[in-house]
């Protein structure tokens, strides 16, 4: 949510039309910035939770509609509470996953006949490009 470089101010979710009109807003925002998409929507469970509902007239949920714009698809985080939301621009020029310790195996003894071992490893989202990021706040 820090390294957001942009920001839409959220409207009442529990309408069924404000959701996508939202998502379209903050992929307008990305779009004038010079990032074309796809782009991917992230959200709290509160917010997740609005998009299943079925739009006025539409006959489909509120999610499958924003799906279309937000082709990189929609996820659920318990990172992000109450009405807090990204879209990101997605691409390997915007972000990428960095290896921090490459996977290891450590033995940690044995119980009885059993062996146990540990497995580790450490990843990072790295974001190269803070204005591929869209915050949605309510």
Not at 1 to 18: F, I, N, R
Not at 26 to 32: D, G, H, N, S
Not at 34 to 61: D, E, F, I
Request: charged share 20%; glycine share 14%.
């Amino acid at each position: 949510m820090e390294a957001a470089d942009k920001q839409v101010k959220l409207g009442d979710w529990s309408a069924p039309d404000v959701p996508l009109a939202d998502v379209v807003a903050a992929t307008e925002a990305l779009f004038t910035g010079g990032l074309v998409g796809p782009y991917a929507l992230v959200l709290s469970p509160v917010l997740h939770g609005q998009t299943l509902k079925v739009s006025r007239g539409m006959g489909r949920t509120v999610g499958h509609l924003i799906k279309e714009i937000a082709d990189g698809g929609i996820y659920r985080t318990q990172l992000l509470s109450g009405s807090q939301g990204l879209v990101l621009a997605l691409g390997a020029h915007n972000f990428d996953l960095v290896i921090g310790q490459d996977l290891i195996a450590a033995y940690e003894g044995n119980e009885g006949l059993d062996h146990a071992f540990s497995v580790l490893e450490t990843l990072a989202l790295r974001v190269k490009r803070p204005g591929a990021i869209c915050r949605l706040e309510g």
